[in-house]
């Protein structure tokens, strides 16, 4: 029968302890808990397990208390302000010319199945108004911050990018024609998809507590249907697919990080995942006038020259064969 020897570890510590017991022969599993790391042995080995353990400490002149950790990874909301005001940032610089950007990088269906995929990941970073855009800066600060303390600073907002992007994607599969959408609130249900998911495979891996496993999905879900949907121009479709992306994800990145015998991503990767993530948003960008399909007069390349009041004009995404909807 396997039984805990040692709690509240973190990943890292778990990992060293999973190792010495590895090298000495002892079966052992790691498992989390809501307040960190576990190291499980058979109860038969439970006195030679703790002595390894110990002897190791003494070698490194490290008593095993101080490195223990009993409280929950500490949320921190810095990335996620800056995500948030970056957002902001881009809303006061495109709002003399809204209507130009909508329709040059929102995510119209019928473009994106034409091939201007740029635009599912554009259209993130567009917004109707102020209260479309404060909505959404408050969705990124509580849900990014939180998607990046379970996953990592690059890893989470690279997940979160992708939720949004697939679901732009998704949702522009399923219209076909007619329907033209902007907004970051793909990416936002993205994140919740991306916790519900996180905490499902937590429990799911957990003998005992199994059957609780399927609790934070329906969490996660009661929460899209009280903030994803409603009247107007709401796209419930594009959240939907948002969310759902999160939890495909979320699921794969833990199956990755378990064939690979590793509890989180190490920072040099975090860092690789924050660079991809950065290099998907700015080649977005910049890939139409770069290509070719758009003249440099054109939208964000209009923006990066400084000449915001010069910018070629447009009709307004909404027309008699167009709805466009607020993500």
Not at 206 to 228: F, I, N, S, T
Not at 244 to 250: R, S, T, V
């Amino acid at each position: 029968m396997l039984l805990p020897i040692i709690q509240n570890l973190t990943a890292k510590q778990a990992n060293t302890y999973g190792l010495v017991l590895a090298s000495a022969g002892i079966f052992h599993q790691t498992r989390t808990e809501g307040t960190g790391w576990q190291i499980w042995v058979d109860e038969s080995d439970e006195k030679e397990a703790l002595f390894h353990i110990r002897q190791y400490e003494a070698e490194n002149r490290k008593p095993l208390q101080d490195k223990v950790k009993s409280a929950a990874p500490k949320i921190q909301f810095t990335d996620s302000v800056i995500v948030a005001l970056f957002l902001m940032a881009i809303h006061v610089a495109v709002s003399d010319n809204l209507n130009i950007f909508v329709e040059r990088y929102g995510a119209s269906a019928s473009k994106i199945m034409a091939g201007e995929v740029y635009r599912a990941a554009t259209a993130l970073l567009l917004h109707a108004d102020a209260v479309h855009l404060v909505g959404n800066m408050a969705g990124i600060i509580l849900f990014g911050a939180v998607v990046c303390t379970v996953n990592g600073f690059g890893a989470g907002w690279l997940m979160i990018l992708l939720t949004g992007l697939f679901g732009n994607y998704l949702n522009a599969s399923l219209h076909q024609a007619h329907h033209m959408a902007i907004g970051a609130s793909t990416a936002v249900f993205g994140a919740v998809g991306l916790l519900a998911a996180a905490q499902f495979w937590r429990k799911i891996q957990q003998p005992g507590e199994r059957y609780k496993a399927w609790v934070p999905l329906g969490g996660g879900m009661a929460l899209m249907a009280m903030l994803g949907t409603g009247a107007g121009r709401v796209d419930v479709t594009a959240h939907l697919f948002g969310f759902a992306c999160g939890l495909g994800i979320q699921i794969l990145y833990q199956t990755i990080l378990r064939i690979r015998h590793m509890q989180e991503l190490h920072y040099r990767h975090q860092v690789i995942c924050l660079v991809i993530a950065m290099l998907i948003l700015g080649l977005s960008c910049v890939w139409p006038v770069a290509s070719g399909q758009l003249a440099p007069d054109d939208g964000f390349a209009c923006l990066l020259s400084g000449r915001r009041g010069s910018c070629r004009h447009s009709a307004p995404c909404r027309t008699d064969k167009t709805k466009c909807n607020f993500q």
